[in-house]
């Protein structure tokens, strides 16, 4: 039984090349492509947020294979994992080369002292692929970069293409394959266009458990927990040393040694896609297992109650959080008028149980709020996903404008913050803004710039974590949907002041409680860029548009024409209004600032200010000015 990891940059299609080898294994075509990807959210965005295992057949052999995410914000699902694998699919596009992501999954990896790795240079059969050694090249030049030992250099390398359901080791036989229509390619036997050569190498480059690990006591780390209508808490991980079954009996060794809760195993699960089927015999050494019957927590282990391991078994650090931001009720006019959980116990509930289950989210209450948390997390994309989750459950709140997490260095007391590496590949032509966008107002500095050939350009920034809040969508609009931003956290630097100006935007401000109309709004258009439309509830100190201008401007959105019994002379104004700007929860994250707060529901999303007040505003601007003075 062997343990295989298959990490990668986002949207490598690492999930399609896992449904390929589950096809291939179970000589059957999968009802739904990407299906590990079972997340709603998942599904939505077509990106991995949470890992998860399943179990491959390949003839007389049982692969466990765990899908991680490739987003840096996610990067916790990656550390949180590292204990339970025994070898690394690393998947690497063809075109794009190793990127930001696979730099951080790879260093993760090597720093774990995983030797056993396979490389497979997705993507192989699109015309833009680079199969001229130039991508192995790259590959290689990050092994060595990340400080890979002579054994873990050592690695084989396959060419293929998830979504065609292919790999090889002779790139030219993957450039003829991809020459080839599907039906063209051969279909049997030896050099047949398949999964088969892969899933070969995988059996014979990551080795089995020792067949003295199963007359160890049992040894169960516990990956993460869930619960059970049925059989109530089942606990996730991978069995180090042993066996388990049904009626074996357990306890649990607390990460720090002190010891847990007992019970007794009255349910063993294995992973058949993403179903969760009963163990008929034993579970031993190697097994990635679900079981019920004891309460636990993440990075616990389960032993047996006689003749049980003494200490627990050590968990990879995790990463610290680099943002925050704080949740509370939502407490603006229209609040409570659509979710079913509004309460701050409600809410702070959700958020402990959160962090049950993951790692890298810390909540803590703020200090003189008692109906506020403090939510700490990897990045934007993380807590916004965090957010869109409860608000799909029912919840409605409001959240404050993400924080970056500062620390104080211990030596010489001077304040650090988190830099972040950044790597954006555009079209050449979009290189001046890029570059303009991240060393100006943002504060980074260029470390890297060369040409990657087909038009494009790839370049690598060093910049603050507050400085790239805003900057996808920002540069989304100004590349034409060119730029493809990635980034790893780098380390902590000294603070660098103040960000430049030009970042903060004004806002157009409701001045009136009511509905909008498009009377008050088509001469409103002329001022900004307006985020509500026609027939929309707002209220007083609601945020309804950009300003062209610096500076926030009160505006009334609500006023409707007056009508009298007076004939007009001449015929009334057609009133056409343009259509609102739309952004999405994360980039509304992003988009707020200091002063400002997102209002959450079910179905809306809602900025304004904290303030909502106009003199209240004034007052509390005006306080702060005499504090920095």
């Known amino acids: 039984m062997q343990a295989a990891w298959p990490p990668g940059a986002m ?36 990106i991995t947020i949470m890992s998860k295992a399943t179990r491959l057949n390949w003839g007389d052999k049982v692969l466990n294979v765990v899908d991680t995410p490739g987003h840096a914000d996610f990067g916790g699902e990656v550390e949180r994992v590292l204990s339970m694998v025994d070898g690394v699919l690393l998947v690497v596009d063809a075109t794009e080369g190793p990127m930001s992501q696979t730099k951080f999954v790879l260093g993760k990896a090597l720093e774990c002292g995983i030797s056993d790795i396979v490389c497979v240079i997705n ?59 599907r039906e063209d390619r051969p279909k049997e036997g030896h050099g047949a266009a398949n999964m088969v050569a892969l899933l070969d190498c995988i059996v014979s480059t990551v080795p089995p458990p020792s067949s003295a690990a199963l007359e160890q006591p049992l040894a169960f780390a516990v990956n993460s927990i869930g619960t059970d209508s049925y059989v109530g808490r089942l606990a996730t991980g991978k069995i180090e040393a042993g066996v388990m079954s049904i009626g074996t009996d357990i306890r649990v060794l607390q990460q720090d040694g002190t010891p847990g809760a007992s019970g007794r195993v009255t349910a063993v699960y294995g992973t058949r896609g993403v179903e969760r089927v009963a163990l008929e015999g034993p579970a031993g050494a190697g097994d990635i297992v679900t079981v019920a019957g004891v ?28 943002l925050s931001m704080v949740f509370g009720t939502n407490d603006s006019p229209l609040g409570g008028r659509e979710g079913t959980h509004v309460t701050s116990t409600k809410i702070k509930d959700r958020l402990i149980r959160e962090t049950e289950n993951n790692v890298t989210i810390s909540v803590a209450p703020v200090p003189g709020e008692s109906e506020k948390m403090e939510v700490r997390g990897r990045g934007e994309l993380q807590l916004g996903i965090l957010i869109e989750n409860m608000r799909r459950e029912g919840y409605e709140l409001c959240v404050s404008p993400p924080q970056v997490i500062l620390t104080r260095d211990e030596e010489t007391g001077q304040v650090l913050e988190p830099f972040e590496e950044v790597t954006v590949d555009v079209d050449t032509d979009y290189s001046g803004q890029v570059i303009e966008g991240l060393t100006g107002d943002r504060r980074g500095n260029l470390v890297e710039m060369k040409d990657s050939g087909s038009g494009k350009s790839r370049l690598v920034f060093h910049v603050p974590s507050r ?83 610096a500076g926030d401007v ?33 980039d509304y994250i992003v988009y707020m600032d200091e002063d400002e707060m997102l209002e959450v529901t079910p179905s809306k999303i809602r900025l304004r200010k904290k303030f909502l007040d106009s003199n209240e505003r004034k007052r509390m601007e005006k306080k702060g000015k005499n504090k920095s003075l």
């Open 11 to 46: 949207e490598r299609r690492k999930t399609t090349l896992v449904d390929k080898l589950l096809t291939t294994c179970e000589a059957q075509v999968l009802a739904n492509e990407r299906l590990l990807d079972s997340n709603a959210l998942e599904k939505e965005r077509g």
């Open 123 to 181: 993507k192989a059969d699109r015309d833009t692929a680079r199969l001229d050694g130039e991508v192995e090249s790259e590959i290689f030049d990050l092994f060595d970069l990340l400080g890979a030992t002579e054994e873990q250099l050592e690695y084989p390398t396959f060419f293929a293409s998830a979504k065609e359901g292919w790999a090889t080791e002779d790139v030219d036989l993957a450039m003829e394959w991809s020459k080839m229509k």
């Open 295 to 322: 309460d636990c927590g993440v990075g616990d282990t389960i032993t047996t109650v006689k003749d049980g391991v003494a200490e627990p078994l050590a968990t990879p650090p995790i990463a610290p959080s680099t």
């Open 467 to 549: 400085g790239l809040l805003g900057f996808g969508p920002e540069i989304k609009s100004e590349t034409h949907g060119s730029a493809i931003v990635n980034s790893i956290f780098l380390e902590m630097q000294p603070h660098i002041g103040t960000l430049g100006s030009g970042l903060k935007k004004g806002k157009l401000i409701s001045m009136a409680t009511g509905t909008t109309t498009g009377y008050a709004l088509m001469p409103l258009e002329a001022r900004g860029t307006m985020f509500v439309g026609s027939g929309v509830d707002v209220y007083e100190g609601m945020i309804v548009g950009e300003s062209a201008k």
């Open 554 to 586: 009160e505006v009334n959105p609500c006023k409707a024409k007056q009508t009298t019994n007076m004939r007009a002379s001449k015929a009334d104004e057609k009133i056409v209004t343009q259509p609102p700007r739309i952004m999405s929860l994360e």
